[in-house]
């Protein structure tokens, strides 16, 4: 069956800061591939999306994420975090047809 | 751009009571989802509809029932409210892709009805 873990339950960093949110997944075919996001109170905004071809892939916001197959794993990561990105970071598998499997989430602070 | 729309944003319920939830998808988008996520928890797949016929189910109690209008707009009906039904309902929409061509198109994700029970 299709799962998405997100190892990191909790990341704290500090603003202007890199960071790099875990995601692994387990799907037997070529994956589709999605990192969302969730500020309080909202819904969900995709950020980027992997379908195939180049294994960096550029979203929104300054976000980008890898796809590496060997290791069943797509990363998310951005060079200079700011305040404004504390929020709650899921990763999605595409599973069957059109339907998403979300992982846990990883909560997003930043510190000053 | 024109987002999915749901309403209400919040709904507070007593146990045994009915609540409609409504959806409405993105222009030109054939298809829309039902999710739900509880306090702290990852958003569950309840239901889908594609050119108004039920697309796909997942784990939707048989309480609830949800269809896709002409307009293509969907509301999710939900009876007996128990307490362990108060979470965060997420409408999706996508235009979904021919079958047969593997690929998939993105969800676009309203901002969810909170629905409480008391």
């Known amino acids: 069956a299709q799962s998405v873990t997100q190892p990191d339950i909790h990341i704290t960093v500090s603003e202007g800061a890199s960071l790099e949110l875990r995601c692994n997944y387990s799907?037997?075919?070529?994956?589709?591939l999605f990192w969302y996001v969730q500020s309080p109170g909202q819904g969900l905004q995709l950020l980027l999306k992997?379908?195939?071809?180049?294994?960096l892939v550029q979203g929104i916001k300054g976000f980008e994420a890898e796809f590496k197959r060997s290791q069943s794993s797509f990363n998310l990561r951005k060079p200079s975090v700011h305040w404004s990105d504390a929020a709650e970071y899921f990763c999605a598998v595409g599973a069957g047809f059109q339907k998403l499997v979300f992982g846990t989430g990883t909560r997003l602070l930043v510190s000053p | 751009a024109a987002g999915v729309i749901q309403s209400p944003r919040h709904l507070i319920k007593e146990k045994r009571e009915t609540a409609t939830l409504k959806c409405y998808p993105i222009p030109r988008h054939d298809t829309v989802y039902w999710y739900q996520q509880g306090p702290g928890q990852d958003p569950q797949f309840l239901i889908s509809f594609y050119e108004k016929m039920q697309s796909d189910k997942g784990s939707i109690p048989d309480r609830f029932s949800a269809q896709q209008f002409s307009d293509y707009h969907s509301e999710l009906n939900m009876s007996s409210l128990e307490l362990g039904d108060s979470a965060l309902y997420f409408c999706?929409?996508?235009?979904?892709?021919?079958?047969?061509?593997?690929?998939?198109?993105?969800?676009?994700f309203g901002n969810g009805t909170r629905l409480t029970v008391t």
């Open positions: 799907y037997g075919a070529t994956p589709y």
């Open positions: 999706a929409s996508s235009l979904t892709p021919p079958l047969g061509q593997g690929r998939f198109s993105p969800l676009h």
């Open positions: 992997y379908f195939s071809g180049d294994t």
